[in-house]
């Protein structure tokens, strides 16, 4: 059975500039959850989906963060503009009740 | 406010020697509690995970973790530390909701094992 997949693995990008992360889940998953870790901080929590909807966003820091999951299925979080602030690492976890599966993360770093 | 700690930040242990790795927890009710592993370059790995039942759960590559209610804690062993057992541990917890996937993290702890 296939994990949870993220893309790309790592993202250097400029201050300014738009990148747009991507998390396939579990085939059959209905939950999806992003979750950040910045500068080896604690992991937190930014937003859930239950299918393609957005059951809990109480995480996302700001406007320049959105999250989309069409048709349900794999998702994107799209930072634009990005921020030095906005470097760490993204996880992506898919769940279907019992505990969470999460991705490698993507580590984005802005400079 | 629901929180996990994690009062180590970094744990050196021999190869061989037996491991203990702290979690405390503060929620409302009893909650649902994960110990996840992050190797280098390595996403987070499910290593087990507590829900009701058997206080003592046992999970992947031979740990184990205990549910104390009285202290508040969820603390993660290992009889004998294997080299390749280097790596970040985190706990985490959810508010006793079966969809476990909104979980409030500690900051892990870095174990490094000596040869």
């Known amino acids: 059975e296939a994990g949870v997949t993220q893309f790309p693995s790592h993202s250097v990008i400029e201050k300014g500039q738009t990148v747009t992360l991507r998390c396939d889940p579990i085939?059959?998953?209905?939950?999806l959850y992003w979750y950040r870790r910045v500068m080896g901080k604690e992991i937190k929590f930014l937003l859930h989906?239950?299918?393609?909807?957005?059951?809990?966003e109480s995480g996302m820091p700001n406007n320049r963060f959105l999250a989309e999951r069409t048709g349900g299925t794999y998702s994107t979080l799209k930072v634009q503009p990005a921020e030095l602030e906005d470097s760490g690492v993204y996880f992506c976890?898919?769940?279907?009740?019992?505990?969470?599966?999460f991705g490698q993360g993507t580590r984005l770093t802005v400079v | 406010a629901q929180s996990v700690t994690q009062p180590d930040i970094h744990i050196t242990v021999s190869e061989g020697a037996s491991l203990e790795l702290r979690c405390n927890y503060s929620?409302?009710?009893?909650?649902?509690l994960f110990w996840y592993v992050q190797s280098p370059g390595q996403g987070l790995q499910l290593l087990l995970k507590?829900?009701?039942?058997?206080?003592l759960v046992q999970g992947i590559k031979g740990f184990e973790a205990e549910f104390k209610r009285s202290q508040s804690s969820f603390n993660l062993r290992k009889p004998s530390v294997h080299w390749s057992d280097a790596a970040e541990y985190f706990c985490?917890?959810?508010?006793?909701?079966?969809?476990?996937?909104?979980?409030?993290f500690g900051d892990g702890t870095t174990l490094t094992v000596k040869p």
């Open positions: 085939s059959g998953h209905d939950n």
């Open positions: 929620y409302g009710a009893t909650p649902y």
């Open positions: 507590y829900f009701s039942g058997d206080t």
């Open positions: 976890a898919s769940s279907h009740g019992g505990g969470a599966f």
């Open positions: 989906f239950v299918k393609e909807s957005k059951q809990d």
């Open positions: 985490a917890g959810t508010g006793g909701n079966t969809n476990a996937g909104k979980s409030t």
